[in-house]
């Protein structure tokens, strides 16, 4: 991790990179909304709610290469004067969700195709979702998002990589 705030800049560059992609591509006649929530905080009571996309980080688990990469340094007198690195796997489920038939699964269809064309994200594309070119002023965003561009998530080590992963049947349930 690059710093603290690593975590919800992966998640706001994913959801940026679906949004994107759909806006460009999806041919549904209608917006598409694309949010990272709780699955249990998507709202669709309202017959005027448009399709949506959702992204969200289930589970972060311990990235065995880069666990064992390094240990911790320690000085002569045996205090600790470094940390090997907080490397991470984040676990992402993308759901969507319509109101007309097979809406759902059309728009699944584009997100799994668009995350399957983009399996790397590149500092670049990490940089202009973190921050926006051109000239919009940061500070019109929401403090979360401000906050998000702060995280170095462009500048380190490891490429984000997107890689699908089966649920086993206990995640499932």
Same mark, same amino acid.
């Given at each position: 991790m690059s710093s603290p705030l690593a975590i919800g800049a992966v998640s706001a560059v994913l959801r940026n990179l679906l949004d994107n992609g759909i806006v460009e591509e999806v041919p549904l006649g209608t917006t598409v909304n694309v949010t990272a929530l709780a699955p249990d905080q998507i709202k669709l009571d309202r017959p005027q709610d448009p399709p949506q996309i959702n992204v969200f980080m289930y589970q972060? *688990?311990?990235?065995?290469?880069?666990?064992?990469?390094?240990?911790?340094?320690?000085?002569?007198?045996?205090?600790? %004067?470094?940390?090997?690195?907080l490397a991470l796997d984040l676990h992402y489920l993308v759901t969507a969700y319509?109101? &007309?038939?097979?809406?759902?699964e059309i728009l699944l269809g584009y997100a799994m195709h668009l995350l399957h064309e983009r399996p790397m994200l $590149? /500092?670049?594309? %990490? /940089?202009?979702?973190?921050?926006?070119?051109? *000239?919009?002023?940061?500070s019109m965003l929401p403090p979360e998002y401000q906050l998000l561009s702060a995280s170095d998530l462009a500048d380190q080590v490891e490429a984000l990589r997107i890689t699908p992963v089966a649920l &086993? %049947? $206990?995640d499932l349930s």
């Open positions: 972060a *688990t311990p990235n065995a290469a880069w666990r064992n990469s390094a240990l911790p340094s320690r000085a002569a007198a045996g205090e600790r %004067i470094s940390n090997p690195p319509g109101r &007309s038939d097979f809406q759902a $590149d /500092r670049a594309a %990490i /940089r202009r979702a973190l921050n926006p070119p051109g *000239t919009l002023d940061l &086993s %049947i $206990d």
